[in-house]
């Protein structure tokens, strides 16, 4: 299993920018597809976005289309998400998330995650 630990979260104001980055330990990580994914107060957890092993494959929600971008750098064993256009609903604590499988949609998909990053969008 790989080690993940997030970070870049904060608090920002509608309209505003943010990335997140996740890094990854061992020397593997190019192995694995990498997902985000958050989780509101009172919600269950949901999918943000996912990424293939190489980068060249990418998924997003269709709430996060065309505002955030996936993107990971496998020589150092780090996967990101940059937000754009932040909204009051992207509030939530954003988890990555690793499997050494196709991307996918599904956080049971996923065998390991890091401990998560806050993200608050004050309006």
């Known amino acids: 299993q790989v080690q993940l630990v997030e970070s870049g979260g904060g608090l920002v104001q509608t309209g505003d920018s943010l990335r997140l980055s996740c890094a990854a330990s061992?020397?593997?990580?190019?192995?694995?597809?990498m997902g985000w994914f958050r989780q509101a107060p009172g919600k269950e957890r949901e999918f943000v976005a996912s990424?293939?092993?190489?980068?060249?494959?990418?998924y997003y929600a269709e709430s996060v289309k065309g505002r955030f971008t996936i993107s990971r750098d496998n020589a150092r064993s780090t996967v990101y998400l940059q937000m754009n256009s932040l909204k009051s609903e992207d509030t939530a604590v954003y988890y990555c998330?690793?499997?050494?499988?196709?991307?996918?949609?599904?956080?049971?998909?996923?065998?390991?995650w890091g401990q998560g990053t806050q993200v608050t969008v004050s309006s």
């Open positions: 998330a690793a499997q050494k499988a196709v991307p996918s949609r599904h956080p049971d998909d996923y065998h390991s």
């Open positions: 061992g020397r593997t990580f190019s192995s694995y597809a």
């Open positions: 990424i293939g092993l190489s980068g060249t494959l990418a």
